[in-house]
DNA sequence: CTGAAAACTTACGTGAACGTCAATACGGTT
DNA sequence: AACCGTATTGACGTTCACGTAAGTTTTCAG
């Protein structure tokens, strides 16, 4: 629960460097408060920057990360805006949902894998049982 | 059910380019036969290609999807290193399940903030709903 | 046989996502 | 005030996954 983190607390949080928090906000991911040239990052930069890492080990790029963050925090006035957003959201949405059946298959096909593995490795052992494969 | 591809054939089937085949060739990824120097891919070059690209859709880098790759057409002799490869199977699986479950957060994070936004606007509706929002 | 299309090799270029290094600048301690 | 550790700003380097261009065969229709 503290307020504030320095970007080496932060780096350390998360096993990364600052550079890398440098780097999120070169390309607008993030907007640390300053005090003097110092970064200060809050606990919702906190909260950010593990959205980040996530959407990083997906596969995600920073600019598609940027788009669903923009998502997150949107307060949009006019309703057609408020519209738009719902449906770029909606459509990030669908393609997670493709992406996660692309993960299950993936992990169906890993299994399978693993059965036939399973199966040639007790077939090994019973062929070799008796040290002589006899009968 | 054509025995052959060109690289040609293959580029276009997947739409990717040449040279995107080449380099999966460079990095071990596809080992098309030859006549002469033009590459033949194979059917099972073509099953290939298909499963990389899922990977790189995934996110996995070339390194990894080859080890996928590998475990798939692997087919050791010795029980030693049938264990060790089901066990870097099985590892690879729990990495997949991982990256599900983390999709599945996102997921519900994405649908969490459209369920939010569809009240605003259902809100905003109502209130500009007799337009000059009395009572 | 010829000429165009397509494939090949070689090699340098590129964008993304940082790594790394140099040169300050700033903050707290003794 | 001097010192040391940490932070900051450039700016160039690096790896990955190809893109792209040049120059050279190879293939194939006419």
């Given at each position: 629960m503290r307020r504030y983190y320095?970007?080496?607390?932060?780096a350390d949080l998360f096993d990364i460097t600052p550079r890398t928090l440098r780097h999120y906000e070169d390309v607008g991911l993030l907007k640390p408060a300053r005090q003097g040239a110092q970064r200060l990052y809050s606990e919702r930069d906190r909260v950010r920057v593990q959205l980040i890492l996530r959407g990083r080990r997906l596969g995600f790029s920073l600019p598609e990360i940027a788009e669903m963050l923009d998502l997150y925090d949107a307060d949009p006035t006019e309703i057609t805006q408020l519209r738009e957003v719902i449906r770029r959201g909606n459509e990030k949405l669908r393609q997670v949902e493709r992406q996660i059946s692309e993960l299950e298959a993936l992990r169906e096909d890993l299994i399978a894998m693993r059965n036939r593995l399973e199966q040639v490795l007790q077939e090994k052992l019973n062929t070799s049982e008796g040290k002589g494969c006899s009968d």
């Open positions: 320095t970007i080496r607390d932060l």
